[in-house]
């Protein structure tokens, strides 16, 4: 297969498409990068990297890097996560409070703004400095050890974290966050304004590709039916209420964040990133959900 020439067909087809999306101006930093911005790199098991435009450029990974607590948290409690948080797709927008209400405080899952602050609650418990350990883990998975997280986003967020100061709130009062509200906004924050490229993006996401193992030293880093489950989880609930719609149109696990960017896996064959700021009106990356439908249409290479 010649994955240069698939993405350089897929390139033309995004740069001919007339973008009607938005940027997630809630985040005044985020609001600054360009438009036009728009990068997709490929690892393929077997072939190594193809890439196209800015895949080469670091940009705010968001939400991608709830993946990464979740891998973190599951890694200390093993099945007793899930007494905390559950693992359904929510059906409502990333950053909502109305589920959270009736279900007593209890996340729908780790990929929404609520599960991911819980996850956050539970490494502040459980880790002695959970920025650098979650910070060490992304440089050890990616192989780069340049990874930083960027605190001019994450201060600038902070100024309008109302919503997810609401949501640990909610939590707080059924008892489901044991940290001061303060310290965990803070670790979430610091970890949604961790930047890497769609390369560097695509060889993190190689581990959970690679059932768990680390593919140029073979080391089995993972648990590898911790893998099944995260990969699972990125199925059914990677894309808010869009989970759906993105099963339905790309066939693959994944993750996405308002900075525009997405990751998607297909297991035992390769991983996929690509970066386009401007975001439909479900908060995923408008020109990324069409690159990865037109890949994996191209290639017909989805795991259904
Ligand atoms: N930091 C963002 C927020 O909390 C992340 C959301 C996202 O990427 N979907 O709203």
Redesign the pocket.
């Known amino acids: 297969m010649d994955y240069q020439k698939i993405l350089e067909n897929i390139y033309a087809t995004l740069k001919g498409h007339k973008s009607t999306g938005k940027v997630?101006t809630?985040?005044p930093e985020l609001a600054k990068i360009p438009f036009s911005k728009l990068g997709m790199h490929i690892y393929c098991i077997n072939s190594g990297h193809y890439h196209i435009g800015d895949a080469n450029e670091r940009f705010s990974i968001?939400?991608?890097s709830k993946v990464f607590g979740l891998t973190l948290a599951m890694g200390i409690l093993g099945d007793d996560l899930f007494k905390r948080i559950d693992v359904e797709p929510s059906g409502n927008p990333?950053?909502s409070l109305i589920q959270l209400e009736y279900e007593n405080g209890i996340p729908r899952n780790p990929f929404i703004?609520a599960g991911?602050l819980l996850i956050a609650d539970v490494l502040i418990s459980n880790l002695k400095n959970p920025k650098k350990e979650l910070l060490e883990f992304i440089r050890n998975i990616t192989n780069d050890y340049t990874i930083i997280s960027n605190s001019q986003v994450s201060n600038s967020?902070k100024e309008h974290?109302h919503?997810?100061a609401s949501l640990l709130h909610l939590m707080k009062s059924f008892g489901n966050i044991k940290n001061p509200i303060e310290d965990v906004l803070d670790l979430?924050?610091f970890q949604?304004?961790i930047e890497m490229s769609c390369k560097e993006l695509a060889t993190a996401f190689m581990v959970y590709a690679n059932e768990g193992k680390l593919i140029n030293t073979n080391q089995q880093l993972l648990n590898p039916s911790y893998i099944k489950r995260i990969n699972a989880i990125m199925q059914t609930c990677g894309f808010?209420d869009e989970a759906g719609e993105f099963s339905f149109r790309v066939g693959l696990p994944g993750k996405?964040?308002?900075?525009g960017g997405i990751v998607a896996i297909h297991p035992g064959v390769y991983t996929t990133a690509v970066w386009s700021p401007p975001l439909n009106p479900k908060?995923n990356s408008e020109l990324g959900m069409i690159a990865l439908e037109e890949l994996t249409s191209r290639t017909g290479l989805s795991i259904f």
Request: glycine content about 12%; overall charge neutral; hydrophobic content about 35%.
């Open positions: 997630a809630y985040i968001q939400s991608i990333f950053n703004n991911a967020e974290s919503r997810n979430y924050l949604c304004a808010y996405s964040g308002v900075g908060g």
